[in-house]
């Protein structure tokens, strides 16, 4: 790849116009330490596009992203948004448009910081277009509806080439960090639904005898999770139960403010931390820039493999490597991580550590 790479920003709702300038303030400093050429186009989306355009997702923007190789996406304030035709929930417009079909959530603990376990190191790898979530699961219309006043049916989707992507997806992981994988599902119960998605999994296993296979049902992990999260290194399951497991993970290291994530697709891949718009801490230069610093680091790592750029992965290394330096110095943590500084404060550290550190790296001294 020649020309660089050609990165989005939407910016979000609430904490978003504040945790996403950060991230790529910290993108564009690991850019300048490794030489990554990055050409960013900021596009509208959300709240103040509806108030400007009548649309939070305004015409062309699935055209121009498409175009791009990847972007930052900022939360999303859905929630309150007023129920007028334009006001739509982009997000899963968004993954299901670019088949950004598999969600990866990192759950880690850092010893400096306040954590319910300590030595936790795992990721959450969500199905993200099928299962329960009525606004994916259908083409048109809704996976819920209402037959009379007092019945609703919620549709559940589950395909074997969804399950299938998902599982190889989260083998190919497992291959590159300890090697586990943990596939969650309730085939006790869900016979044909988390039945078929197991069978996809097990059925890739054995293309992947380097990689440790268990299946453990959704209720029994929940719990295993809260009492040794310590155990598990990849886990793989559908929909909803990865949108539940995750932000249980997360909880155990941190909170949401701690918890980034990534949805990839064949072409595209998109960073969109865990957490949504916090509307309460919104303004206020408080909220935690980790998980969304983490979101875009992610994209770079997935950037370095898909398009064969070493840069853009030595640029994610250095992110890492900034932000484990921050956390351990404990002098730039905002309110949540038990410290004073300000958003813009904890941003400013994690891109003067990337700089310092290749700095330090390019003299032979130790980065850290
Ligand atoms: P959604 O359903 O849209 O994902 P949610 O119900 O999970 O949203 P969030 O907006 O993510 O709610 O936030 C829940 C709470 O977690 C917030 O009220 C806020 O106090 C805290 N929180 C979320 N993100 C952060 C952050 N980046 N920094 C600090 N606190 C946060």
Redesign the pocket.
Known sequence: MSGGLQLGVLLGD??GLE?VPEAVKVVDAAARATGLAIVWTELPIGRRTLDDLGTTLPDGTLERLDALDGWILG?????EYPKIPGAVNPHPILRKHFDLFANIRPAKSYPTLPSVHQNVDLVIVRENNEGFQPDRNVVAGSGEFRPTNDVTISVRVITRAGSSKVARAAFELARTRRKQLAVIHKDTVFKLGCGMFAEECRALAAEYPDVAYEEIIVDTFAMRLVMKPQAYDVIVTTNMFGDILS?EAAGLVG???MAPALSAGPRHAMAQ?????????AGRN???????IMSAQMLLGWLGRTKSEPRATAAARAIERAVDATIAARDAL?P?LGGTATTVAMGDAIAARVCGGAAARASGGDAG
């Open positions: 609430d904490i945790v939360p999303i304030g859905h929630r932000d909170g949401l403010g931390a865990t957490h949504g718009s916090a509307p309460d801490i408080i909220a935690n820039p980790y998980a969304m905002t949540d």
